[in-house]
């Protein structure tokens, strides 16, 4: 509803249309004779419970609660490029979400389309039309780009041909932001040792009047160069790349009025949200104007339908012959690729698809609130729980990470002199995950798989996705040696450092975005001094979280998880030893367990111990406990001989502490989300049970269980029986290229569906990744949160799935039985 405040305008429902992608809702509603100073926009509720619905629901993976009314002060109103940009404030997030209101100039009511195309798919389709030149070519000598060198001879760059003035054919596109221009360059030459025949001091770039003119009417656009242009364009105002092996110049132009003065502003866009949803608008508009046929990558659905139809990936096999009898929805999987040969027939590869589709579903879903098992564990065995705090037995909001990143953001400015334009880069919470290794020499955030095997596609220098040429060139192929991987965060000296940690997400964020901004602004740095910059000013907030976070704070921070003083108070009453090691201060986990569990908190813990000082105190065989005095808040300095339940203690060691309670390692089970600090050495060198706290568990397990997910998983495996049965049956090459493209598709349209850069923290396309061998190997079990235990008994067995080897195969119960060899129960 828009509402005019004040005048005559009235009450009135605007019809709209909308779409979305998973960090864009877009409206576009049709408005007439609005100014800045009469509009109130309210977002009636029958709208915003639609938007909700969508945003909640899996096919967008995003949750997010909004405002029901956002009023001028809140938003940004362009009048004169007919464009209402609203923020939406995310109401337990601290960050902001944007609606782009686009109105109809032409007063006609426009179509809406939403598509759903991996951003992937969406570049590649993007590229594709400009390669293919499907745009509108302009060529004559008033609407010419000109190129000419500055100088005949340029000292810089003796070596640089002396070329003569030419116009150049070009092709364009562009939307109500940006201009994107494509030149191509036909006498571009490899010169020797040389990637770039032109210097950034040999080019003017001329726009002529009559160019400028009819690229402000253009109609679509998107694409990746920086340029700052005016009219004119001056060599030290433009950056530009002239690649022999593409010859061609990309521009790429922003629009802004200032002061009645057109005036170009280029920005380079990487971040996937915005260059997905931009390419979803080009995708959409051409499609809708018959620009470009229906994309084979690209499924558009009317907006009235959305609202009753899930998001669907694109399955392999597609049916254009209704003629088929079978069955419920067998005919649908017809093979989009035509078979030139006779090894495969359609029926055979609608068989394999069929089986594998059944099988995936057959299996039911996975409980996201269960605990999983890599070794068999009674916990009939088991009389002392041991639990780390952060992460473990509280769990800390989205919000948390915003703060981090502010705080270390400010840090790199305030006290290590970095520029002061970093202040504007946000947090991006989707951009990086837990597990990833990162190059201190190269500056690389990449994913490594169990085999220390590099996942391409993978791999990021600051917010651009590398490519997989310069990654084989630069590492010899794939393959991580294991004295460069080693994943000990506690290790000095090793070129590459795991993210094991759920704080780390946000500071590999700090450290790509501030790597994204040297790059765009042509500002040197060294990768090594980066990463220890930004490690650094995130260690020395730490302090400041503690003290700023204090009991009234907790709830905008803390999650509350009720069943947590239920779970403890189940260990007290069934006469289990229960004792908390952390590394953070008394009073910060004070504050945290009174709003957690109440202000008894202590008396639920046999032994306390903050600032352990972890993993030095799984490590080192001598160190004193410390008595903390709750008086003023030091520490004694008498001599500590036994652990009493009553007292607060610091440092120590797990020798100690063994000591002095007497407790049987074997006995004892720990639980930490931190695989090193907390699991590793414990299981290693004294034999304790781990139980591994993974918060990410249930969003990844809800994406299992998703049917995106499980249709996406079921044409994997079949693409990859029809590959191996090509392999094995010498298929037409030509062919079997076909299905390894289609199967590498797939892989990419999963991997996107956990994370849009690197997927599963689990899994690389098809190997654990190197974070899950470390989880199967340091923990017993593993699970979302310590109370998913409450589903079990105390004297539950657990015990690991078995799985077969490679070299061994299934064999079916229905089998079994039949030939009367499967165990009958007693």
């Given at each position: ?262 005036m170009f502003t280029i920005n380079r866009i990487n971040q996937s949200s915005l260059v997905k949803c931009r390419a979803l608008q080009t995708l959409a508009t051409n499609f809708n104007n018959n620009v470009i046929s229906h994309s084979p990558n690209v499924i558009f659905t009317n907006t009235n339908l959305i609202q009753s139809t899930n998001r669907q990936l694109k399955r392999p096999f597609t049916n254009n012959n209704n003629s088929s009898s079978s069955s419920d929805d067998d005919d649908k999987f017809i093979t989009d690729i035509e078979i030139k040969n006779n090894f495969f027939t359609k029926t055979e590869i609608l068989e394999i698809y069929k089986s ?471």
């Open positions: 509803m828009l509402e005019q405040s004040p005048g005559n305008f009235g009450n009135a429902r605007v019809p709209y249309d909308w779409y979305q992608t998973t960090s864009h809702v877009i409206i576009t509603i049709r408005i007439a004779n609005l100014k800045e100073n009469d509009v109130k926009v309210t977002i009636i509720n029958d709208a915003l419970d639609v938007m909700c619905q969508l945003l909640d629901g899996r096919q967008f993976r995003m949750h997010f609660n909004l405002y029901k009314t956002v009023v001028v002060p809140d938003s940004n109103w362009a009048v004169d490029t007919s464009k209402l940009v609203i923020n939406l404030k995310k109401a337990d997030r601290k960050r902001w979400h944007s609606l782009e209101i686009i109105p109809d100039k032409n007063g006609n009511r426009p179509k809406s389309f939403i598509g759903i195309v991996s951003l992937h798919d969406a570049k590649n389709e993007l590229n594709n039309l400009l390669s293919a030149a499907e745009f509108e070519s302009k060529e004559n000598s008033t609407e010419a780009i000109t190129i000419t060198q500055t100088r005949t001879n340029n000292p810089n760059h003796p070596e640089a041909s002396i070329i003569e003035p030419i116009s150049l054919d070009y092709n364009w596109y562009q939307d109500d932001k940006y201009v994107n221009i494509v030149i191509h360059v036909p006498n571009i030459k490899l010169m020797e040792n040389r990637s770039f025949l032109f210097y950034e001091d040999d080019i003017n770039i001329i726009l002529t009047d009559n160019s400028l003119n009819w690229i402000c009417n253009l109609p679509t656009a998107i694409t990746n160069v920086t340029f700052k242009l005016y009219k004119e364009i001056n060599s030290n105002e433009s950056r530009y790349e002239i690649s022999p092996c593409r010859s061609k110049i990309e521009i790429k132009l922003r629009k802004l009025t200032i002061n009645q003065t057109m594998t589709f059944k099988a995936t579903y057959s299996g039911g879903e996975v409980d996201s609130k269960g605990v999983f098992t890599n070794n068999e564990l009674s916990l009939s065995d088991i009389d002392i729980y041991g639990f780390d705090y952060d992460y473990t037995l509280a769990c800390y909001k989205e919000s948390l990470d915003y703060l981090i990143y502010d705080l270390g953001r400010d840090v790199l400015i305030n006290k290590f002199q970095y520029p002061k334009d970093i202040e504007l880069l946000d947090y991006i919470p989707d951009f990086a995950i837990r597990g990833l290794h990162y190059d201190i020499e190269n500056g690389f955030l990449m994913k490594i798989d169990t085999f220390h095997q590099i996942q391409l596609g993978s791999v990021y220098r600051g917010l651009s996705p590398v490519p997989s040429y310069e990654i084989i060139r630069l590492y010899n192929g794939l393959y991580i040696p294991r004295q460069y991987i080693r994943g000990d965060n506690y290790e000095e000296n090793v070129r590459m450092k795991q993210l094991n940690d759920l704080f780390s997400v946000p500071e590999m964020c700090l450290l790509s975005n501030v790597t994204e901004y040297f790059i765009q602004n042509n500002i040197s740095y060294y990768p090594e001094i980066l990463y220890h910059d930004v490690t650094n000013a995130i260690r020395s907030i730490h302090p400041v979280i503690h003290k700023m976070v204090d009991l009234q704070k907790m709830p905008d921070y803390l999650e509350k998880n009720e069943r947590l003083p239920v779970f403890m108070e189940h260990l007290r009453k069934h006469n289990k030893k229960v004792f908390l090691i952390t590394n953070s201060p008394f009073h910060f986990v004070d504050n945290g367990m009174k709003y957690m569990i109440g202000d008894d908190w202590r008396s639920l813990f046999d032994v306390i111990v903050v600032q352990a000082r972890k993993p030095s105190f799984f490590k080192k065989e001598s160190r004193p406990f410390r008595t903390f005095n709750l008086g003023n808040d030091r520490m004694n300095w008498n001599r500590v001989s036994t652990l009493d339940r009553d007292k607060i203690y610091m440092e120590g060691t797990v020798s100690g502490l063994l000591k002095m309670t007497g407790w049987n390692s074997n006995r004892v089970i720990y639980f930490g989300d931190q695989i090193y600090s907390d699991l590793a050495d414990i299981t290693l060198d004294f034999g304790w049970r781990t139980g591994a706290i993974i918060a990410e568990l249930e969003k990844e397990i809800e994406t299992h269980n998703s049917p995106e997910f499980k249709e996406a998983v079921s044409a994997l495996q079949a693409l990859q029986q029809l590959v191996d049965e090509g392999n094995e049956n010498n298929l037409d090459e030509a062919i079997l290229n076909q299905l390894i493209q289609q199967r590498d598709a797939l892989r990419f349209e999963a991997k996107t569906l956990f994370n849009p850069q690197f997927g599963s923290i689990f899994r690389t396309h098809h190997n654990p990744t190197y974070f899950s061998r470390r989880l199967f190997r340091y923990s017993d079990i593993y699970m979302s949160q310590v109370t998913n235990l409450l589903k079990y008994s105390l004297k539950h067995t657990f015990l690991p799935r078995r799985g077969l080897l490679p070299h061994e195969t299934r064999i079916s119960q229905v089998e079994l039985i039949h030939r009367g060899e499967f165990p009958k129960a007693r």
